[in-house]
């Protein structure tokens, strides 16, 4: 993982979304409430992306968040 002035930016590079890591609680709502199961803990315990292409942009991530430390961006091809 990489992590830039305290934004997650997943196992994958081209993840979109940001989990910002001076924000985030791991309190697991986003992993909960994902309904495509795409957000995961991951080694430390912070949410990323493991299923990144089962993404339909819902924003339900970004929007349930109690942090707001969901930032969606950098969508390659949806126009929303
Ligand atoms: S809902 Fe927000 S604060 Fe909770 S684990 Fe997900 S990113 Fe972190
Ligand atoms: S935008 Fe929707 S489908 Fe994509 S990770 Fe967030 S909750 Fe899941």
Known sequence: M???NGVEYGEKDFSWLKFDRERCVRCGVCVDMCPMDVIHFGSQGYPYMRYRDDC???DV???MCPRQAIVME???YLIR
């Open 2 to 4: 990489s992590q830039v």
């Open 56 to 58: 339909w942009y819902c």
């Open 61 to 63: 991530c970004t929007f």
């Open 74 to 76: 950098e969508l390659p």
